[in-house]
């Protein structure tokens, strides 16, 4: 069964510093999609970055990017320059199709980032 | 503002009532998916529409129900209501793999 996994409940980051947030994930899928979500304290769910198993370069997306790493199963994000407002839960979610072209998305448990001033 | 549109946002409720949350995806989404979040169990899928039709089930109880109508929005019922059923709930929208999934704000549900 496919399962994400993150093992940080918490992290901090001095401001202005980079930070990585780990994520290993668990299929036997080939094909899948790999997610990163960040939910600040007001709750709602902010889409981050993206990364297809079959991506040969690691996905980016301004001050994210996702270090992929196919054969550990692991999709860390990391955040460079971290700013006070990037404190807030950050998820870790696989995709993957089920029966026929039925997509599943399955979320890690969070790791909440503090950034300190 | 993500495209996906919730409504309420917050719900107070007694238990034993029932209540109807909804969900307007993105423009041109047709699979919705609605999620649950609680302290305890994260989040959790509850069930998935697309175009329509019902295409996957989760940790949905059977006091839950949701349909998805023929403009694509969607609605999500939730009876007989419980202290535990106290969570934010999620929709999400979707075409496929494309941009990723885009949650809506959520309905913070409370019950009293």
């Known amino acids: 069964a496919q399962k994400i996994t993150q093992t940080q409940p918490g992290m901090f980051v001095q401001e202005k510093e980079a930070v990585t947030l780990d994520c290993t994930y668990d299929?036997?899928?080939?094909?899948?999609?790999l997610f990163w979500y960040k939910q600040p304290s007001s709750g709602e769910m902010i889409f981050l970055i993206y990364?297809?198993?079959?991506?040969?370069q690691n996905a980016t997306e301004g001050r994210y990017s996702l270090n992929f790493q196919k054969a550990r199963k692991s999709a860390n994000l990391v955040i460079s320059a971290s700013q006070l407002g990037d404190s807030a839960m950050y998820f870790c979610?696989?995709?993957?199709?089920?029966?026929?072209?039925?997509?599943?998305?399955?979320f890690g448990k969070g790791t909440l980032l503090t950034v300190n001033p | 503002d993500s495209g996906v549109t919730q409504t309420p946002k917050h719900l107070i409720t007694a238990t034993g009532q029932r209540v109807t949350l909804r969900c307007s995806p993105r423009?041109?989404?047709?699979?919705v998916y609605w999620y649950q979040q609680s302290l305890d169990q994260g989040l959790q899928f509850l069930i998935q529409?697309?175009?329509?039709?019902?295409?996957a089930k989760g940790n949905i109880l059977e006091r839950f129900s949701a349909q998805q109508f023929p403009d694509l929005h969607s609605e999500l019922n939730l009876s007989s209501l419980e202290l535990g059923d106290s969570a934010l709930y999620f929709c999400a929208s979707s075409v496929f793999l494309q941009g990723g999934y885009t949650f809506g704000s959520g309905t913070r549900l409370t019950v009293v």
């Open positions: 423009s041109g989404d047709l699979s």
């Open positions: 529409y697309y175009n329509g039709e019902e295409r």
């Open positions: 299929t036997s899928d080939q094909s899948y999609g």
């Open positions: 979610a696989m995709s993957w199709v089920s029966g026929g072209s039925n997509y599943k998305l399955t």
């Open positions: 990364q297809g198993s079959y991506d040969e």
